[in-house]
């Protein structure tokens, strides 16, 4: 038995969630990976030093030079016969051009997975996390996305599988990269910090977004933000976290004034410590929370500023 997994990068360095998919894939024996990019030797390298992996297929083109789905289904079914399993991590790249190849290959995709059963049953977070189904397939080919939060992560280092050059799918020519809007920082992305600090409605604006960012820099943290707070205009939507924004799950997750709807709960539920702070007691966050403050954010959190 074997599995493919698409390698998630950015034509530099391979994504951390592609470690989690790795080790979901190891239930199947033998793991390739696949590897479409433009000018992506260095990410091609990289995941040949994955602990577990026998090969590395890569296509560099021009066409994989930006993550478009109708051109990453391409170079994956042309690669696809063989395997017993397409794996990807379940993240925004995933999520888009995975659908396409379960429907190519007329198979039911089997989503965002966090444990593997049996090389055809799996378990599946359902209603924002608060029940696991387990799914059990019949067909040929499982095409797959994974949970990275789900699972520990394949070592980077350590491996010594083959790369073996493909030629491209050929351009399918009917999207085009236009552009993108990414805010920058310094600090750690929230899918793969240690640390994350996030705001919610009680924030009161995106100017008061300052007040954790000096605590996010004092522990070199994230920042994130709960969906009211990205709704209300305070802060990108690239800081939401939440079933509608990144799934995380960080040594230390700070909620500040985030009441704790069951959409963001179910974006960070699984980090190792949660603490919350909030001048509402009866706030849903307190019931996850490892440990909670009741006070004004507007008092505690330059406090905590202050004592670091």
Same mark, same amino acid.
């Given at each position: 038995?074997?599995?493919?997994?698409?390698?998630?990068? $950015?034509?530099?360095?391979?994504?951390?969630?592609?470690?989690?998919?790795?080790?979901?894939?190891?239930?199947?024996?033998?793991?390739?990976?696949?590897?479409?990019?433009?000018?992506?030797?260095?990410?091609?390298?990289?995941?040949?030093?994955?602990?577990?992996?026998?090969?590395?297929?890569?296509?560099?083109?021009?066409?994989?030079?930006?993550?478009?789905?109708?051109?990453?289904?391409?170079?994956?079914?042309?690669?696809?016969?063989?395997? *017993?399993?397409?794996?990807?991590?379940?993240?925004?790249?995933?999520?888009?051009?995975?659908?396409?190849?379960?429907?190519?290959?007329?198979?039911?995709?089997?989503? $965002?997975?966090?444990?593997?059963?049996?090389?055809?049953?799996?378990?599946?977070?359902?209603?924002?996390?608060?029940?696991?189904?387990?799914?059990?397939?019949?067909?040929?080919?499982?095409?797959?996305?994974? #949970?990275?939060?789900?699972?520990?992560?394949?070592?980077?280092?350590?491996?010594?599988?083959?790369?073996?050059?493909?030629?491209?799918?050929?351009?399918?020519?009917?999207?085009?990269?236009?552009?993108?809007?990414?805010?920058?920082? $310094? #600090?750690?992305?929230?899918?793969?910090?240690?640390?994350?600090?996030?705001?919610? #409605?009680?924030?009161?604006?995106? *100017?008061?977004?300052?007040?954790? *960012?000096?605590?996010?820099?004092?522990?070199?943290?994230?920042?994130?933000?709960? #969906?009211?707070?990205?709704?209300?205009?305070?802060?990108?939507? $690239?800081?939401?976290?939440?079933?509608?924004?990144?799934?995380?799950?960080?040594?230390?997750?700070?909620?500040?004034?985030?009441?704790?709807?069951?959409?963001?709960?179910?974006?960070?539920?699984?980090?190792?410590?949660?603490?919350?702070?909030?001048?509402? *007691?009866?706030?849903?966050?307190?019931?996850?929370?490892?440990?909670?403050?009741?006070?004004?954010?507007?008092?505690?959190?330059?406090?905590?500023?202050?004592?670091?």
């Amino acid at each position: 038995m074997s599995a493919l997994v698409f390698v998630e990068h $950015d034509n530099t360095e391979v994504k951390d969630a592609t470690l989690a998919a790795v080790t979901a894939a190891q239930a199947y024996g033998d793991v390739t990976l696949l590897v479409a990019g433009s000018d992506c030797a260095s990410v091609a390298d990289a995941a040949a030093k994955i602990d577990g992996v026998s090969k590395v297929l890569v296509a560099d083109d021009a066409a994989y030079a930006h993550p478009l789905a109708e051109e990453l289904a391409a170079v994956v079914l042309s690669v696809a016969d063989g395997y *017993e399993a397409i794996i990807a991590p379940a993240t925004t790249t995933g999520k888009n051009f995975m659908p396409r190849v379960a429907a190519s290959l007329d198979v039911a995709q089997i989503s $965002d997975i966090i444990e593997v059963v049996s090389t055809d049953t799996f378990k599946r977070p359902i209603y924002a996390g608060n029940a696991i189904a387990t799914v059990q397939t019949s067909d040929a080919v499982k095409v797959i996305t994974v #949970r990275a939060t789900g699972f520990d992560k394949a070592a980077s280092e350590g491996g010594a599988a083959t790369i073996e050059t493909i030629g491209a799918a050929g351009a399918v020519g009917i999207s085009s990269y236009v552009g993108a809007e990414l805010s920058t920082s $310094d #600090r750690p992305e929230l899918t793969s910090a240690k640390i994350i600090i996030s705001g919610g #409605r009680g924030m009161g604006s995106g *100017e008061n977004f300052a007040l954790i *960012e000096k605590v996010a820099d004092k522990l070199g943290a994230a920042v994130g933000a709960s #969906r009211a707070a990205v709704d209300a205009g305070f802060v990108p939507n $690239d800081y939401q976290v939440g079933q509608t924004g990144k799934i995380v799950a960080p040594e230390l997750y700070i909620a500040v004034g985030i009441s704790g709807a069951i959409q963001h709960l179910a974006g960070m539920k699984d980090s190792k410590i949660i603490v919350a702070i909030n001048k509402d *007691e009866d706030a849903p966050i307190f019931q996850v929370a490892d440990f909670g403050l009741v006070a004004d954010l507007f008092d505690a959190v330059p406090a905590l500023e202050a004592a670091l």
